[in-house]
């Protein structure tokens, strides 16, 4: 299961075209399937401008991930947070089609390298106690469950901290 990890910038319009196909199938998913309505319009509205401003360097970033046969299986960013050294992993999807291949591991893997990388020492994120397999996955991964990190208005939202 190898992954290519490609990021998703102005300057590359078929990552960005991939990218930006992955984040309304993540959208339909959040608010059709699982019928939240938290920042629902904010979410849309912050595509029309993808991946600027939410995921510019030198602060943020947003990958595709790519398998062998070159197919977009999923994608997974992160912006900064309150502090220079915290960092908030953002929209972190696997199409369903491509799932129980371990691409969600990659996913994560990654994007906490690539926060080291760019500097940050502490992960947030959150998310809603119907993705039962997400949290899974970020407890696996030494995510800890914290207390609200901020004002959210959806009543299944949990938090997670990670320290790098």
């Known amino acids: ?15 960005c075209a991939d990218a930006l196909a992955i984040q309304h199938e993540y959208g339909s998913y959040m608010y059709d399937d699982l019928q939240l309505t938290e920042a629902k319009e904010l979410f849309y509205k912050s595509l029309k401008s993808f991946p600027s401003p939410y995921f510019d ?17 999923g994608a ?4 900064v947070w309150k502090e220079d050294a915290s960092c ?11 799932r129980k291949h371990g691409y969600g591991d990659s996913l994560v893997e990654f994007i906490v390298k690539e926060a ?3 500097g940050y020492r502490t992960m947030f994120l959150d998310s809603d106690k119907m993705m039962t397999g997400a949290i899974k996955l970020y407890l696996k991964h030494g995510f800890a469950e914290i207390d609200s990190y901020y004002p959210n208005e959806n009543p299944g939202a949990i938090y997670f901290k990670k320290e790098m």
């Not at 992993?89 to 369903?96: A, D, L, Y």
């Open 57 to 73: 360097r030198p602060s943020g970033c947003y990958f595709v991930a790519y398998n062998v046969d070159n197919e977009a299986v």
């Open 76 to 79: 997974v960013g992160i912006r």
């Open 116 to 118: 080291v990388r760019m």
């Open 88 to 98: 908030e992993m953002k929209r972190i999807f696997v199409r369903p089609q491509h």
């Open 1 to 15: 299961m190898t992954l290519q990890f490609k990021e998703a910038t102005p300057s590359d319009a078929m990552v």
